[in-house]
Protein backbone atom coordinates (compact mmCIF):
# COMPACT_ATOMS: atom_id res chain seq x y z
CA UNK A 1 0.00 0.00 0.00
CA UNK A 2 1.62 3.42 -0.90
CA UNK A 3 1.56 5.86 1.70
CA UNK A 4 2.88 9.44 2.53
CA UNK A 5 3.17 10.23 6.54
CA UNK A 6 3.48 13.90 7.37
CA UNK A 7 4.38 14.79 10.38
CA UNK A 8 6.05 18.36 12.15
CA UNK A 9 3.16 20.69 12.53
CA UNK A 10 2.36 22.64 15.18
CA UNK A 11 1.94 26.26 16.71
CA UNK A 12 4.85 28.71 16.48
CA UNK A 13 5.38 32.00 17.17
CA UNK A 14 6.41 34.28 14.26
CA UNK A 15 9.78 33.94 13.12
CA UNK A 16 10.23 31.04 14.74
CA UNK A 17 10.88 27.53 12.83
CA UNK A 18 9.37 24.42 12.18
CA UNK A 19 10.95 21.06 10.52
CA UNK A 20 8.07 19.17 8.13
CA UNK A 21 9.22 15.45 7.34
CA UNK A 22 7.34 13.15 5.55
CA UNK A 23 8.01 9.41 5.25
CA UNK A 24 6.71 7.36 2.09
CA UNK A 25 6.07 3.29 1.95
CA UNK A 26 5.03 0.94 -0.66
CA UNK A 27 7.00 3.27 -3.35
CA UNK A 28 10.55 4.78 -3.91
CA UNK A 29 11.41 8.23 -3.81
CA UNK A 30 13.60 7.23 -7.02
CA UNK A 31 12.68 8.74 -10.41
CA UNK A 32 9.66 10.85 -8.68
CA UNK A 33 9.11 14.36 -7.61
CA UNK A 34 8.08 15.38 -4.55
CA UNK A 35 6.56 18.43 -3.40
CA UNK A 36 4.65 20.14 -0.27
CA UNK A 37 1.80 22.00 -0.64
CA UNK A 38 -0.23 24.12 1.94
CA UNK A 39 -3.86 24.97 1.60
CA UNK A 40 -5.07 28.10 4.04
CA UNK A 41 -9.07 28.24 5.08
CA UNK A 42 -10.82 29.22 2.27
CA UNK A 43 -8.07 29.26 -0.06
CA UNK A 44 -6.73 27.02 -2.90
CA UNK A 45 -4.13 24.59 -2.44
CA UNK A 46 -1.03 25.89 -3.37
CA UNK A 47 2.48 24.27 -4.43
CA UNK A 48 5.20 25.23 -1.93
CA UNK A 49 7.86 23.61 -3.04
CA UNK A 50 9.25 20.60 -5.01
CA UNK A 51 12.51 18.56 -5.03
CA UNK A 52 13.57 16.13 -7.96
CA UNK A 53 14.80 13.36 -6.58
CA UNK A 54 16.95 12.47 -9.14
CA UNK A 55 19.40 15.24 -9.17
CA UNK A 56 18.09 17.43 -6.17
CA UNK A 57 17.03 20.35 -8.47
CA UNK A 58 14.35 22.30 -5.71
CA UNK A 59 11.49 24.95 -6.57
CA UNK A 60 10.14 27.59 -4.38
CA UNK A 61 7.12 29.70 -4.66
CA UNK A 62 8.26 32.79 -4.69
CA UNK A 63 6.59 33.76 -1.02
CA UNK A 64 8.81 31.02 0.78
CA UNK A 65 12.44 31.51 -1.03
CA UNK A 66 14.70 32.13 1.49
CA UNK A 67 13.12 30.91 4.10
CA UNK A 68 11.99 27.19 3.89
CA UNK A 69 14.82 24.62 2.56
CA UNK A 70 13.04 21.01 0.99
CA UNK A 71 15.40 18.22 1.29
CA UNK A 72 15.09 14.60 0.57
CA UNK A 73 16.85 11.49 1.81
CA UNK A 74 16.41 8.93 -0.77
CA UNK A 75 17.70 6.30 1.72
CA UNK A 76 15.03 6.56 4.17
CA UNK A 77 12.31 7.47 1.64
CA UNK A 78 11.91 11.19 3.37
CA UNK A 79 11.48 14.46 2.51
CA UNK A 80 11.64 17.21 4.79
CA UNK A 81 10.70 21.35 4.17
CA UNK A 82 12.76 23.29 6.93
CA UNK A 83 10.77 26.31 7.39
CA UNK A 84 12.40 29.76 8.99
CA UNK A 85 11.36 32.98 9.81
CA UNK A 86 7.75 31.62 9.60
CA UNK A 87 4.81 34.41 9.44
CA UNK A 88 1.12 34.68 10.00
CA UNK A 89 0.74 34.11 6.27
CA UNK A 90 2.08 30.47 6.59
CA UNK A 91 -0.84 28.99 8.54
CA UNK A 92 -1.90 26.27 6.76
CA UNK A 93 -2.22 22.29 6.68
CA UNK A 94 0.98 21.49 4.62
CA UNK A 95 0.65 18.37 2.51
CA UNK A 96 3.25 16.13 0.73
CA UNK A 97 2.42 14.62 -2.52
CA UNK A 98 4.74 12.54 -4.94
CA UNK A 99 5.09 11.77 -8.45
CA UNK A 100 6.64 10.08 -10.56
CA UNK A 101 8.73 11.55 -13.34
CA UNK A 102 7.24 9.14 -16.13
CA UNK A 103 3.72 10.15 -14.96
CA UNK A 104 4.34 13.60 -15.54
CA UNK A 105 5.74 13.49 -18.45
CA UNK A 106 3.15 11.02 -20.34
CA UNK A 107 0.32 12.89 -18.83
CA UNK A 108 1.85 16.35 -19.42
CA UNK A 109 1.97 17.89 -15.96
CA UNK A 110 4.79 20.56 -16.61
CA UNK A 111 3.38 23.03 -13.61
CA UNK A 112 5.47 21.04 -10.38
CA UNK A 113 3.39 23.81 -8.21
CA UNK A 114 0.04 22.08 -9.72
CA UNK A 115 -1.52 20.26 -7.48
CA UNK A 116 -1.82 17.34 -9.62
CA UNK A 117 0.70 14.98 -8.11
CA UNK A 118 -0.65 11.33 -8.16
CA UNK A 119 0.38 10.04 -4.14
CA UNK A 120 -0.71 12.40 -1.16
CA UNK A 121 -0.20 12.53 2.82
CA UNK A 122 -2.44 13.28 4.99
CA UNK A 123 -1.55 16.65 5.83
CA UNK A 124 0.31 18.45 8.90
CA UNK A 125 -1.16 21.72 10.45
CA UNK A 126 1.05 24.46 10.89
CA UNK A 127 0.11 27.68 12.49
CA UNK A 128 1.94 30.47 13.22
CA UNK A 129 1.20 33.34 15.58
CA UNK A 130 1.34 36.96 15.59
Known amino acids: EVQLQACGGGLVQAGGSLRLSCAAS????????IGWFRQAPGKEREGVSC????????YYVDSVKGRFTISVDNAKNTVYLQMNSLKPEDTAVYYC???????????????????????WGQGTEVTVSS
Open 97 to 119: AADSFERRILSGLNDWAEPTYNY
Open 26 to 33: GFSFDDHH
Open 51 to 58: ISSDDGTT
